[in-house]
């Protein structure tokens, strides 16, 4: 059983595209080889890869996220709207183009993210293929080699993380404590994972049982969720944060900082939450929200491709849009540093000095230059500052 997500929008139409993107953006086709503008960079085939391009439907053969840990190239694929699964976690070693299964079978019906906590690795299982009240979670590596963990009863887990190095989140969707209702729920862990409590929910009056924490970050030693709901329309709970010690909600002043239904759509950078979700990158690091111009590419049909994928390194944060892509080394101020990608580009990662993208054609595409090699250019416009708070924060646009 599956209540299956609203699928990442390829098109974003906002009239705030056409006025803050570069209208020079162009679209490379897609290919195993990728020829691409004077200056831009080339891209070929590293691997095809077979989990992947096995999965039953044309979602479940993309690879929808890249991560990189201890100088593997992690991937998120598969498709639980679909009902797919198990899932394969597969590497990519960047220096050999190795492809590798580090766990076989996973049972979830997609992995959408890889996330490092603390130096060790956690697979959320976006859809697990178990009992709604039957504990699963995620796989990890914390014993030094991946395993299935059966931690929390989940209807889905989307996010990992950790708030002050001891204890766990996972965020997801689960059967509310002592009721038959399902709604957004956070679990916490302080004692490695033996244990967990429902640290906090959110069902609105008008639930619709497809209220969901997509997301759960670390900001500043606080921890920050929100929620976002399905129904008749799409909409979020209020900002949730953590000190530690008690909850509080974040200033209603700040509107949404992200509502992905994506967990690959947001990075922790430079202890900023980064958000890229249609014609704009949305930046907040606790207090004040920031909005800039994605790298966005209009369509023959009046519409566009803004952001598609972000991914962050010791050094940069970067995002994948329709138009390029575009790198921060604060999270606030962009430099645009390509106008071209491939069309079937999905996913963005940067290893071995070089830019490495995942397809819909479960393939694994590397530049042809590295990034030392790019021009970067400033970004089209500064970036919008939509306002900041006293004592909460606030989440964005998401997949």
């Not at 039953?56 to 498709?79: E, P, T």
Request: proline share 6%.
């Amino acid at each position: 059983m599956s209540r299956s997500r609203a699928r990442r929008a390829a098109a974003q139409a906002p009239a705030l595209a056409a006025a803050l993107v570069a209208a020079a953006a162009v679209a490379v086709p897609a290919g195993a080889a990728v020829e691409a503008p004077a200056g831009e960079p080339g891209y070929s085939t590293v691997a095809t890869v077979a989990p992947v391009a096995a999965q039953r439907s044309a979602q479940g053969r993309i690879i929808d996220d890249l991560s990189v840990h201890d100088g593997l190239i992690h991937l998120g694929y598969g498709d639980y709207g679909d009902n797919t699964g198990p899932i394969d976690l597969v590497t990519l070693d960047p220096a050999t183009g190795e492809v590798a299964v580090a766990l076989a079978g996973v049972p979830t019906e997609e992995i959408q993210v890889v996330r490092d906590v603390g130096g060790t690795r956690f697979a959320p299982m976006a859809d697990p293929r178990a009992g709604w009240r039957t504990p699963s979670g995620f796989a990890t590596d914390a014993s030094g080699r991946w395993e299935n963990a059966a931690a929390v009863p989940v209807v889905h887990a989307y996010d990992v993380a950790t708030m002050d190095g001891s204890d766990l989140w996972v965020a997801g969707s689960a059967y509310l404590d002592g009721t038959d209702r399902v709604g957004a729920v956070a679990y916490r862990s302080v004692d490695g994972g033996t244990t967990w409590e429902q640290a906090v929910t959110d069902l609105p009056a008008t639930a619709s049982g497809y209220e969901r924490y997509y997301w759960v970050a670390e900001l500043g030693g606080k921890i920050y969720v929100q929620a976002r709901h399905y129904g008749t329309t799409s909409s979020s709970g209020p900002v949730r944060i953590f000190d530690g010690r008690r909850w509080t909600t974040g200033s209603t002043r700040l509107g949404n900082v992200c509502l992905p239904s994506d967990a690959s759509d947001i990075e922790v950078f430079a202890d900023t939450l980064v958000c890229g979700r249609g014609t704009v990158v949305t930046t907040f690091d606790g207090r004040t929200l920031h909005q800039s111009p994605a790298p966005t590419r209009q369509t023959i049909t009046g519409g566009s491709i803004g952001a598609i994928d972000v991914f962050s390194d010791d050094q940069h944060v970067w995002v994948l849009g329709g138009g390029g892509i575009a790198r921060s080394a604060d999270g606030v101020t962009w430099q645009q540093v390509t106008t071209s990608v491939p069309e079937d580009a999905r996913s963005i990662a940067v290893a071995d000095g070089h830019i490495y993208l995942g397809t819909t054609t479960s393939t694994v595409l590397r530049s042809d230059l590295t990034v030392a090699e790019l021009a970067p250019t400033p970004a089209a416009a500064e970036p919008v500052v939509s306002g900041s708070k006293g004592k909460g924060g606030g989440k964005g646009p998401g997949k």
